[in-house]
């Protein structure tokens, strides 16, 4: 079985400071990782994903992610946030038959003035 | 715009009645999923198709609620005898299967159920 944990469920963060959204994973097969972003009343988006090769994964708007196995994390990152990346954030790992996707329970960016 | 479109948007029911929501896939995308997302909540899968065939059920989904996809092009979820429980935001997604894993799904705007 597998499953996400997204350690903070809100982050608070003043516009231009960075930002590191965690999340933790748990997996008994080979990790294929994702991270999405939700805009108020819209769809999931996503972001970027990990699924082998080099450990630190560029993204969208700015965001990185990096891939660690040893602490079985996949830490999302942006060195300068906006108004804008204020939305909510998931964090997910793939099946091994690549047909579902476990999400975590979110972490809800505020990016204040 | 050729994303994943869900129609309605909105849906307010009153408990017992049902429902049924419809999904478009990406044009030739032959993977489609459900997930039910609560409020607060990550989203949790619901099913699967590849086509036309339905290849994985959650056990969320109980027997009241159904979902087919004929042709493997649309896909239609119905849940009967609504509850309060029910009320959520219904995502639909769909992929094109490149590899084995790690296609990346891509999501419709959701149906959001409200059940009075």
């Known amino acids: 079985a597998q499953s996400v944990t997204q350690l903070d469920s809100q982050v608070p963060v003043f516009e231009e400071a960075p930002v590191e959204l965690r999340c933790n994973y748990s997996s008994s097969v080979s990790v294929y990782l994702f991270w999405y972003v939700q805009y108020p009343n819209q769809g999931l988006q996503l972001l970027l994903k990990?699924?082998?090769?080099?450990?630190l994964v560029k993204g969208i708007n700015g965001f990185e992610a990096e891939f660690n196995k040893s602490q079985t994390s996949f830490h999302l990152r942006k060195p300068s946030v906006h108004i804008s990346d204020t939305a909510e954030y998931f964090c997910a790992v793939e099946n091994n038959a690549g047909n579902m996707l476990t999400f975590g329970g979110g972490t809800r960016l505020m990016v204040k003035p | 715009d050729t994303g994943v479109s869900q129609d309605p948007r909105h849906k307010i029911t009153k408990r017992g009645q049902n429902v049924t929501f419809r999904c478009d896939p990406i044009?030739?995308?032959?993977?489609l999923y459900w997930y039910r997302q609560t409020l607060g909540q990550g989203p949790e899968f619901l099913t699967y198709?590849?086509?036309?065939?339905?290849?994985?059920k959650s056990r969320l989904l109980s027997d009241r609620f159904s979902a087919e996809r004929p042709k493997g092009s649309f896909s239609t979820l119905e849940i009967q005898r609504t509850e309060q429980g029910d009320s959520a935001m219904y995502l639909c997604?769909?992929?094109?299967?490149?590899?084995?894993?790690?296609?990346?799904?891509?999501f419709g705007p959701g149906t959001r159920l409200t059940v009075l």
């Open positions: 990990y699924l082998s090769g080099s450990t």
């Open positions: 044009s030739e995308h032959n993977r």
């Open positions: 997604a769909s992929s094109a299967k490149l590899a084995e894993q790690g296609d990346t799904q891509y």
């Open positions: 198709f590849q086509n036309e065939a339905q290849l994985e």
